[in-house]
């Protein structure tokens, strides 16, 4: 399955698809990246004057690239164009270190933790344009066929 069959396969549309590439796939882990445009939606009210991306985005964009787009790949021999994944978020715990503004590329480095019975768990990375951490933690969840 290629890069862009995965990114295809993804559940998401504009304005809420966070994944513009994939560098790296495998059994084990996934490297992905998106940038931010500067007219995203959110930055109308975060904050004012100031925009700087949401928590609970940057959570969405590990999430995307870090856990859907791996578990699509793991499943890839049960998908077709027709059975299209279904994913539902379990848990995550993510610590956050620095903000992210416009127009910043972030890449996401994902390992698996484990993938059993549908559900998988990663550790998640999510990096600046400068390579800093800005933040980390781990996500969980479902994919059903």
Do not use: W
Request: hydrophobic share 40%; net charge neutral.
């Amino acid at each position: 399955m290629s890069r862009e069959q995965i990114i295809n396969l993804l559940p998401y549309q504009p304005p809420f698809l966070f994944v513009d590439e994939i560098h790296d796939i495998s059994e084990n882990k996934v490297e992905g990246a998106y940038t931010l445009k500067k007219d995203e939606y959110f930055y109308k009210g975060h904050f004012k004057d100031n925009p700087i991306t949401p928590g609970v985005i940057l959570t969405e964009i590990m999430a995307q690239i870090g856990l859907v787009c791996l578990g699509i790949y793991l499943l890839k021999d049960s998908l077709s164009s027709e059975v299209k994944p279904k994913i539902a978020l379990t848990s995550h715990t993510i610590d956050f270190f620095l903000p992210v503004y416009p127009e910043e590329k972030v890449t996401v480095v994902s390992e698996k933790e484990y993938f059993r019975f549908n559900k998988l768990k990663c550790k998640v990375k999510l990096f600046n344009q400068k390579e800093e951490l800005v933040c980390r933690g781990y996500i969980s969840g479902m994919i059903k066929l």
